[in-house]
């Protein structure tokens, strides 16, 4: 045998050669994987060299280890930024495979899978799909489910993401995050990576705190396991880029820095640093340093010039930049060549059909416009629509991200032709800037209605407002064209849709219940459903609150919320197949049928719709088959009294300091707001009753107050005799025109009349009674946790004028009313109310505080948006039940909201800090006049009459004292007062029949 070996030897030297560099090559694999893993780049790039230069010392011929060679090779240039020559060495190890008639399906979705990752790190999306799928469909040809499987969904996650299918990235990530945990548990390194992506699909829908949260779980994850230096940067960039969309700049620069500071240690011009210096010039942007900001716009595109990489599709991104930095400080030239480079160099790179080419191009067409180049702009954003290439029915079946670029591209289009009419008078401008203006707000609807939930609802709502401030103002123009009553119809169509809210949809859950043959265990499971996301919402609030909280328990509490909105939404998508009346009815809410409401009015009624914008506030006047339309300018004249309004009437300290000039100020500015906001309207001489839905500022404001005369030296002195509008037209609001329909057309079937709750609170060296001089008993407000002298003795009053019952003291905790808010048909809380206007979820009453293990007794409004009550009116007796929080399109979210939301349809709302002793006297007012049979914002009207003729402190004249309620919805006389009326006629006629029967046996006896 050792004969053969010398004899083989002798005569071919070569298989010694070979022999030694087979084993050569085999260690310096092995070691260039250890260097590269390690991120030692410089030793893996000398490492594959050696390796090279044994192969092309002619020792050996290109094998399946060649093929080995070439993969890891492309993991290099892929870990250096340098993804095209990474695709040409996988060119050459798919050509060898091919020559070896090799069928290893392991190089083969290597080198596919290395393919999809190119494609998408170079913009190639839709190839990208292509190899991801090839890679996907070959790991699941084979029998098992390993790491190749885990990869190909991670890169088919990855492909779909790229091309803005998120939901459908989601799905494949999620069953990604399955599979991992079972091959390797939940606390592997591959498990965090993938917690990145599924944060970075989050992120791309705006679900900040969903994506903030996968990342925390990431990042727990890659310190206990001491991860690559590489998987921490991508790790801080996109805490820092989330961290950025949220608002949160200093903190967000703080992660891209550390983000930079990682690459540098291994490659000091990778492109990722070029993308790291761009988020953070961005952040230094919003901040207002703009020096700062365009040195990294600088730095970044600095760091794709020295690799060569200028035609890299990243770099339009930084020329965005510069254009939005220079937009910002008006250099309108320098801004329109980089939007025009960015534009250009997106579409040469990503090709027309990618959206985000559509997001350079319409930025250019907006800028092009306010540069007066209006055809120019014009043709661009028509080009822009034509790329997005989504016809209607696409749109429809389309995912979120698709319809946000066609709502964008749509909105600024409406912009561009509405800039065009303003400096050229081009009537056919306006029609086109309609046109778009309707292709937009039809999308609106489409995209609210896949959004679960109310937090993304709210936020969606107020992005949106823009568009139908757009559409309001065009519609308005073209009503002062044309003298055609259906733009102005139109416009009233725009402001009302704008207040498409939550409420609403509350109210329509409310009317739809029981219709539509939807089951009642599928109503249950979606209200249960409801309102666990609302509780766990609520909890991750007073985490979030604590000055030290626990991140762990913060991402154990977001993941619930996802899992319980994820049943949600699997729950709404079969009611939709199932049961699609009702579907229609609760989530796709079109067009408002306003003229239905038009002709429903009284003929003594007139609704007033307010609408905000930025220079103007729109005035809609609706009565009978009558619609007007006035355009207000909001100038500093306006802002200025609404100001001096508002600190005069509600601001208690600025009254008892000099209550002659807070009188003097506050007839000032009720006139002024008076001919500001009502006086041009044309209401008929025979309305009797305004019903204010008003819109920002306005939902500040006491209409009711407003004078209708000028004050003169003499009445100026004593407020009863003022000209106060409520004694011209009783006065009532409503969040918009739909909602207050709804209200009217609610049928709440509570079998008992009057709740009462007055709790007691526990403060130390709280005076006497006795002690109180009036004046400043009067100013005891309703907010805060002081006790409340005169809060037991209101509910004892009204209780002893209908009937019912009270829980004073210790008896007013939060379990006591839970037991019962569902039994009465008026719910009177003479409370204490905590306003939170960092969170309006957490604006509360303050209830007895007792030893319940359950409840905390304080009633918050996301806990009251979810109670089911059957009250026909709630009256909120504390301090600010109606202010908080104005989100536009919503109202303000306060507590009074909180009750509408949870199916009543009147509410008594207080726009301050009212006093305890003299509303403890204007209720009992309010009820009598309620007991009467009157109206309920009749009975208020009353109430304040009678408060103000039967007060004998000249100080509580002021309105502050006796002003601070309104009615919020309907405002038909409550039940009972019809109820009293049938029992004291049904006891007049059986007197009556009785004295007959009597007189009749008197006679013939």
Excluded at 495 to 512: F, H, V
């Amino acid at each position: 045998m050792i004969r053969i070996c010398c004899m083989l030897l002798v005569v071919n030297p070569t298989f010694i050669h070979s022999q030694t560099d087979s084993i050569s090559i085999g260690l310096l694999l092995d070691s260039s994987k250890v260097a590269l893993q390690k991120n030692d780049l410089d030793l893996t790039r000398s490492l594959l060299d050696q390796i090279y230069a044994i192969y092309s010392s002619g020792h050996l011929q290109t094998d399946r280890t060649y093929v080995d060679v070439l993969l890891e090779d492309s993991k290099y240039f892929d870990r250096i930024g340098t993804y095209q020559a990474g695709l040409e060495v996988l060119d050459r190890a798919e050509n060898i495979l091919e020559n070896l008639d090799d069928t290893d399906i392991s190089a083969q979705y290597k080198i596919v899978h290395g393919r999809a990752a190119f494609s998408s790190r170079l913009g190639d999306f839709q190839n990208c799909l292509v190899f991801a799928q090839k890679a996907f469909d070959l790991a699941m040809s084979r029998d098992t489910q390993d790491l190749m499987t885990a990869n190909a969904y991670n890169i088919l996650s990855t492909a779909h993401f790229n091309l803005y299918n998120i939901e459908t990235a989601i799905e494949i990530n999620e069953k990604l995050l399955v599979l991992l945990q079972k091959l390797f548990g939940p606390d592997h390194l591959f498990t965090a990576g993938a917690l990145s992506n599924q944060a970075n699909n989050y992120g791309s829908l705006k679900r900040f705190d969903i994506a903030l949260s996968y990342l925390q779980r990431s990042r727990m994850i890659m310190e206990e396991k001491d991860s690559t230096q590489f998987d921490l940067q991508r790790l801080n960039y996109l805490i820092g880029k989330n961290l950025k969309e949220q608002g949160s700049y200093e903190a967000a620069i703080q992660y891209l820095e550390k983000a930079i500071w990682i690459t540098a240690l291994y490659q000091p011009t990778h492109q990722f640093i070029g993308e790291d210096h761009r988020e953070i010039g961005e952040c230094e942007r919003a901040l207002g340093n703009m020096p700062a900001a365009l040195k990294r716009f600088d730095q970044a595109l600095e760091i794709y010039i020295k690799r060569g990489q200028e035609e890299n599709f990243m770099v339009a991104r930084v020329y965005r930049s510069y254009a939005q930095l220079y937009e910002e400080i008006g250099d309108l030239k320098q801004a329109y060549h980089y939007h025009d480079l960015a534009a250009r160099h997106s579409q040469e790179r990503l090709g027309d059909s990618h959206p985000n080419v559509s997001t350079y191009t319409r930025a250019k067409a907006l800028i092009e416009a306010k540069m007066d180049r209006f055809d120019q702009a014009k043709t661009t954003i028509n080009h822009c629509l034509e790329m997005l290439q989504l016809h209607q029915s696409l749109i429809e079946d389309g995912h979120m991200v698709a319809k946000k670029h066609l709502f964008h591209a749509f909105s600024v289009a409406g912009l561009v032709y509405l800039i065009s009419y303003k400096s050229t008078c081009e009537v056919e401008d306006l029609y086109n800037s309609l046109q778009s203006i309707q292709s937009a707000v039809n999308i609106v609807h489409l995209m609210r209605a896949d959004m679960e939930a109310e937090a993304d609802q709210l936020k969606f709502g107020a992005e949106s407002i823009d568009i139908y401030a757009q559409g309001v103002e065009v519609a308005y123009l073209l009503y002062t064209l044309t003298d055609s009553i259906k733009y102005c119809r139109l416009a009233l169509q725009f402001s009302e849709q704008s207040r498409s809210s939550t409420m609403l949809d509350a109210l329509l859950r409310k009317m739809s219940n029981g219709l539509f043959g939807l089951p009642a265990e599928l109503q249950m499971r979606e209200k249960s459903l409801t309102i666990a996301a609302a509780s766990l919402e609520e909890e991750l609030i007073d985490e979030k609150s604590k000055s030290v909280f626990e991140q762990i328990v913060i991402d154990s509490v977001e993941r619930q919320i996802f899992d319980t909105k994820e049943k949600l939404r699997l729950l709404r998508d079969s009611i939709r197949i199932a049961y699609p009346e009702y579907y229609a009815i609760r989530y796709v809410k079109g067009a408002q049928k306003l003229e239905d409401i038009e002709r429903n009015l009284n003929e003594d009624q007139c609704i007033i719709q307010y609408f905000d914008c930025d220079d103007f506030v729109y005035v809609f006047s609706i009565e009978k088959e009558i619609l007007n339309v006035k355009q207000i300018r909001k100038d500093s004249t306006l802002l200025k009294n609404i100001q001096r309004f508002v600190t005069n009437i509600a601001n208690p300290d600025t009254i008892m300091i000099d209550l002659v000039r807070s009188q003097e100020q506050l007839g000032s500015a009720a006139y002024a707001l008076y001919m500001a906001l009502v006086r041009p309207i044309a209401i008929s001489p025979n309305i009797k009753e305004l019903i204010i839905s008003p819109d920002g500022l306005e939902a500040k404001l006491s209409f009711e107050i407003f004078l209708s005369r000028q004050l003169s030296d003499e009445s100026s002195r004593d407020p009863r005799d003022w000209s106060y509008l409520f004694r011209q037209y009783s006065i009532s609001y409503a969040q918009s025109l739909t909602a207050w329909q709804e209200q009217h057309r609610l049928e709440p079937k509570a079998k008992r009349q009057f709740l009462g709750f007055a709790p007691e609170y526990h403060f130390q060296n709280e005076p006497l009674i006795d002690t109180f001089d009036q004046p400043l008993l009067a100013m005891v407000v309703r907010d805060g946790e002081g006790q409340l002298p005169f809060s037991p003795l209101e509910v004892q009053k009204i209780r002893d004028l209908t009937g019912g019952e009270v829980y004073i003291g210790p008896q007013a905790t939060e379990r006591t009313f839970r037991q019962h808010c569902n039994e009465f048909s008026v719910i009177h809380m003479s409370a204490h109310a905590i306003l939170d206007d960092r969170f309006p979820a957490r604006n509360r009453f303050l209830l007895t505080s007792s030893e319940d293990s359950i409840y905390d007794d304080q009633l918050t409004a996301i806990e009251i948006c979810h109670l089911d009550l059957s009250a026909e009116l709630a009256v909120l007796s504390a301090c600010h039940t109606g202010a908080g929080l104005i989100n536009r399109g919503e109202g303000i979210m306060s507590l009074g909201r909180a009750f509408a939301f949870a199916g009543v349809p009147a509410t008594v709302q207080s726009l301050w800090r009212v006093p305890d002793e003299t509303t403890s006297r204007l209720m009992p007012y309010f009820y009598s006049g309620l007991k009467k049979g009157l109206q309920k914002h009749e009975a208020l009207n009353a109430a304040r009459i009678e408060f103000l003729d039967h007060t004998n402190i000249a100080t509580q004249r002021h309105p502050y004292f006796w002003a601070g309620f309104i009615l919020y919805g309907n405002t038909a006389p409550l039940s009972f007062a019809h109820s009293s009326y049938k029992l004291l006629w049904g006891v007049m006629i059986g007197l009556t029949i009785g004295g007959i029967i009597y007189l009749l046996r008197r006679f013939y006896l």
